[in-house]
């Protein structure tokens, strides 16, 4: 009865010398198998590891170079919008005032065309006035001169009645 004789609290000698030699031979023979590749496995995961990093701190510069270059890109752009919003105000002002210029000296023009106008047909009433008022006076002096000059009340009433008739013509 073998079994009768084991105590885990005092194991055998051989117990312990087959154990110990198993878990030595075991240990070597996973050294050899399994611990390179596991060992290879690790720094390469080790090396993956160190160019993820240097990668993404790369990334993090040029990030940081696109950053600075895109804010001097949004600067560049706000002042040449600033230039360009007073470049049109100047225009803008400039027109307003050649438009004012223009507009003074078109009313200039058609004020003084007007005066000259005005002048022009002022002086051609008066002077058909005077051609109205000269013929009137022929006229007068012709119905006067038919009219029989002997009968000096007939000639004032005659004058007087052609006066009349003048003023309302």
């Known amino acids: 009865m073998i079994l009768l ?5 005092a194991p055998a000698i051989g117990t312990i010398f087959w ?3 198993i878990f030595i031979l075991a240990y070597f023979i996973i050294g050899k198998l399994g611990f390179k590749p596991i060992a290879e496995g690790l720094k390469k995961r080790e090396s993956d590891i160190d160019n993820s ?6 990334a993090r510069e040029e990030m940081s170079q696109l950053v600075a270059k895109n ?5 560049e752009a706000r002042e040449e919008r600033s230039a360009m919003l007073k470049e ?3 225009i803008k002002e ?8 223009q507009a003074r000296e078109e009313a200039g023009r058609i004020l003084d065309a007007a005066k000259e106008e005005i002048n022009n047909q002022k002086m051609a009433a008066i002077t058909e006035v005077k051609n109205n008022a000269g013929k009137m006076a022929v006229s007068i002096a012709e119905q006067i001169m ?3 000059l002997a009968n000096g009340d007939g000639q004032q009433a005659f004058v007087s009645k052609l006066i009349d008739d003048f003023k309302l013509n």
């Open 5 to 9: 004789d084991f105590n885990i609290i």
């Open 19 to 21: 154990t110990s030699l």
């Open 53 to 58: 990093l240097r990668a993404a701190e790369k």
């Open 71 to 75: 804010e001097e890109l949004l600067a």
């Open 88 to 90: 049109a105000k100047e």
């Open 94 to 101: 400039n027109m307003i005032e050649d438009a004012k210029i």
């Open 146 to 148: 038919r009219k029989d």
